[in-house]
């Protein structure tokens, strides 16, 4: 499976390779070459071969780096929703549900984000810490501001992050005076934001349209919000169905309207590159929608125990072959971490089969796919990213499982499976010694 590009080869690994595929949750590649061109491109990856045909073969001079065998790269982790903007508050204020937790905790600090200082502090913190944790795409959403939302937009292009950001519009139900926008403010500083950040072409930071939900945005905004995405061939996202009380609510302020799928359907929300997050309470009609419309799913297993907000069966989402990826969704997550994503959805999943044991639960490598490749499909990114075909970017982290004063004792070598079923259930960011985005080492940062 060699497609020999012109670009030179400018990285060669040797090693474990341990990735998804649409057919295999995991495919271990042991004894495997894999490289890297000057691009950032995967140029070929070929197991059990000799170093001489390979270099021979595609035409490279460069070093070999060789992994030691307690190490294994693997696809970067994907997190498909998370709120830069409330990092500065993750780990608390996990004492009320949704509704409550927005007007007391979210939107007084998302109100702060007038502050450039404040913004560029905790955005550069969330950038590092997400990557340090093996974050090497995330979906963002930032606030209201559209200049502190380009901030964080420079702040991910400069330390190598691919992220999607959104500038977050919501011009109702903000029961704060100093945090909510008028709906034409709302266009005009959205049409802004994405016109600067487009204008700055960065290679791996894009803006995505934000309406927050239904519950914060009138059906004016978005529906002109959704023609804006249409123009700009924009990835969409907002949060639907986490709760119970804001299904009630939706249902109130859409009385026309059958489900809260259709409130975004009719104004012309869900796309193929629509990530909608929670989704807990969904019927499966609405996964039906979600189907016909290509549009994705956003697991966020932390957030929905944290905020008592649900379980969201992930067995029923992909019965219904509805894209899903895994998101932290910080704050409402006390986790950055996605390695903690990967953790809280199988407790989530065996949680639901506790409750009824003809539910299996997931496997580690599901959750290792959700967190890769399921991501990068939600994310409509696969063409690019999630696995190491070649053609594909390289994004990727170099694992060792047995570090020095690491989280992890080995007794015994098991074999590149158990390695990484012990990585992403007790390993953390000291077991990351390397994390590529685009073949550019971003961790350790230089
Ligand atoms: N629904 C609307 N806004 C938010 C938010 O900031 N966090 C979560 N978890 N759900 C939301
Ligand atoms: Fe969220």
Redesign the pocket.
């Known amino acids: 499976d060699s497609q020999v590009s012109t670009a030179t080869v400018s990285k060669v690994f040797r090693g474990t390779f341990v990735h998804s595929t649409q057919q295999d949750a995991l495919v271990v590649l042991e004894d495997t070459l894999l490289g890297v061109d000057s691009n950032g491109k995967i140029s070929f990856v070929e197991r059990g071969q000799e170093l001489e045909n390979v270099s021979a073969k595609f035409g490279f001079k460069c070093d070999v780096t060789q992994l030691s065998p307690h190490e294994f790269f693997m696809p970067g982790l994907v997190d498909t929703h998370i709120?830069a903007s409330?990092y500065s508050y993750a780990g608390t204020a996990l004492d009320l549900p949704?509704l409550q937790w927005?007007t007391t905790y979210?939107f007084p600090v998302e109100s702060q984000y007038t502050d450039l200082e404040f913004a560029r502090r905790v955005y550069t913190q969330v950038v590092k810490r997400t990557l340090r944790n093996g974050t090497t795409t995330a979906c963002y959403?930032a606030t209201i501001h559209t200049d502190a939302s380009l901030l964080l937009a420079q702040i991910a292009n400069d330390f190598g992050q691919r992220a999607l950001v959104g500038k977050v519009c919501m011009d109702r139900n903000g029961a704060l005076e100093q945090y909510k926008e008028g709906t034409q403010e709302s266009l005009d500083e959205t049409s802004r934001f994405i016109r600067e950040l487009l204008k700055r072409k960065y290679l791996l930071v894009k803006p995505v349209m934000t309406p927050?939900?239904a519950?914060?945005c009138s059906g004016e905004l978005l529906l002109k919000l959704s023609e804006i995405a249409k123009n700009n061939n924009l990835h969409i996202q907002s949060?639907i169905s986490?709760t119970k009380e804001e299904v009630k609510l939706v249902k109130q302020l859409f009385p026309d309207l059958e489900t809260y799928t259709d409130v975004y359907n009719e104004h012309n929300l869900l796309t193929n590159k629509t990530i909608m997050?929670?989704g807990c309470h969904l019927s499966d009609k609405e996964l039906e929608l979600f189907h016909k419309k290509g549009t994705s799913l956003a697991h966020?297993p932390n957030?929905n125990i944290s905020?008592c907000s649900g379980l969201l069966d992930v067995r029923k989402v992909l019965s219904h072959k509805v894209k899903l990826g895994l998101g932290t969704?910080v704050a409402?997550g006390y986790s950055a971490s996605m390695l903690d994503a990967v953790r809280r959805a199988r407790d989530t999943s065996k949680a639901l089969s506790i409750m009824d044991p003809t539910r299996v639960p997931l496997t580690f490598e599901e959750t290792f796919r959700l967190a890769t490749l399921g991501g990068s499909q939600a994310l409509s990114m696969d063409g690019q990213t999630g696995n190491f075909e070649v053609g594909k970017d390289f994004d990727a982290l170099r694992v060792n499982v047995a570090v020095p004063d690491g989280p992890i004792d080995l007794v015994q070598y098991d074999g590149p499976k158990i390695l990484l079923e012990k990585f992403l259930n007790t390993g953390d960011d000291r077991n990351i010694l390397e994390v590529y985005v685009a073949g550019r080492k971003v961790v350790p940062i230089e």
């Open positions: 709120h409330q949704l927005l979210t959403f927050r939900f519950v914060s949060h986490e997050a929670h966020c957030s905020l969704d409402g």
